[in-house]
């Protein structure tokens, strides 16, 4: 028997379910069908992420009659599709350089909105992975201060492919920390109230951590199809 277009595993509620109402469930629907999240959004999700712009886009327009939809934007973001990712997402979660947070800035001014953004940290080295280093965000927390038009609210830590358990916690701890003291140095507008921490195989490792947004995708949904 085949499944109906956009079924969702047994699984799908009690997952749901388990995540605590003060933490952000962000179903992650990157290769997944538009009747999927159709599906999803039946039975209350509201929060969805995708990794591509491209991607995203198109789906959007299928689901224009879904209105109260927050869109994340979760995958890494080359400067040349800044302007189609203020436009399509109200969350973008991989800020990963100073250039690109001034192309977002710039373009949210023109375009008269406000995305809500986190800064990708690497809180333990981890060269295959984009984000900011600890020394190279120290440095560029005083210009990111005076971005007017983003809001950068969050961090978004990744532990690094095959990471023992203990380093899954200090990266999730260290997140956490440095959301602590960038809030202690009083800017004017960086203000770190959401951490975007853990994936379907460590998401309640980074609930007890402190996370209070988690982006969840095959432990929700099954094995995605390859990517194209
Ligand atoms: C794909 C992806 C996820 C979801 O991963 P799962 O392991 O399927 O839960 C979460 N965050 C990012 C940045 C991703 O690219």
């Not at 990963?96 to 373009?107: M, T, V």
């Not at 971005?147 to 358990?165: C, E, F, N, Y």
């Amino acid at each position: 028997m085949t499944a109906a277009p956009g079924a969702l595993p047994e699984q799908f509620d009690r997952i749901r379910q388990s995540i605590p109402s003060t933490v952000t469930l962000i179903a992650v629907t990157k290769f997944l069908s538009v009747d999927t999240i159709r599906a999803a959004y039946s039975r209350g999700v509201r929060h969805f992420g995708e990794s591509r712009v491209q991607e995203a886009i198109a789906k959007q327009a299928d689901l224009s009659d879904l209105p109260d939809i927050t869109w994340h934007l979760i995958g890494s973001l080359q400067t040349n599709k800044a302007r189609k990712a203020v436009e399509h997402f109200d969350w973008i979660h991989s800020v990963d350089s100073l250039k690109l947070a001034q192309r977002l800035d710039a373009i949210a001014g023109e375009l008269n909105r406000v995305p809500q953004c986190c800064l990708q940290v690497k809180i333990v080295p981890d060269p295959p992975k984009s984000g900011l280093d600890l020394a190279e965000l120290d440095a560029l927390l005083p210009e990111l201060d005076q971005l007017t038009h983003l809001k950068i609210r969050g961090l978004m830590a990744i532990p690094p492919q095959g990471a023992s358990a203990a380093t899954v916690r200090d990266v999730f701890f260290g997140a956490r920390g440095l959301g602590d003291r960038i809030n202690q140095q009083g800017f004017s507008r960086l203000h770190i109230d959401q951490l975007s921490l853990g994936m379907s195989g460590d998401y309640q490792v980074a609930i007890a951590c402190g996370a209070t947004m988690v982006r969840l995708g095959t432990i929700l949904f099954g094995a995605r199809p390859p990517s194209a």
